[in-house]
């Protein structure tokens, strides 16, 4: 297989990916909620970064791009 062409894939799923999942969760860490003595709680602190539709949408649409034109012959100039 042609490397743009597998290029064109991985772009695709890549794509279908993003549309499926629309984000990821960041844990920044734990911060102190409380402290009573020596019991102290603490939460971790998630952080939602969003991939917005269109991005997943720019993916595919690249991927069909990239492996349409990985099956054209290249033309040689005479």
Same mark, same amino acid.
């Given at each position: 297989?042609?490397? &743009?062409?597998?290029?064109?894939?991985?772009?695709? &799923?890549?794509?279908?990916?993003?549309?499926?999942?629309?984000?990821?969760?960041?844990?920044?860490?734990?911060?102190?909620?409380?402290?009573?003595?020596?019991?102290?709680?603490?939460?971790?602190?998630?952080?939602?970064?969003?991939?917005?539709?269109?991005?997943?949408?720019?993916?595919?649409?690249?991927?069909?791009?990239? &492996?349409?034109?990985?099956?054209?012959?290249?033309?040689?100039?005479?």
């Amino acid at each position: 297989m042609r490397p &743009l062409a597998v290029l064109g894939v991985v772009l695709i &799923l890549c794509g279908i990916l993003a549309f499926t999942y629309q984000g990821a969760i960041w844990v920044m860490g734990r911060e102190k909620v409380a402290q009573v003595g020596p019991i102290t709680v603490q939460r971790e602190r998630p952080i939602a970064i969003p991939v917005a539709p269109i991005v997943g949408g720019a993916l595919v649409v690249g991927g069909a791009i990239v &492996l349409a034109s990985a099956g054209r012959e290249p033309h040689e100039l005479t």
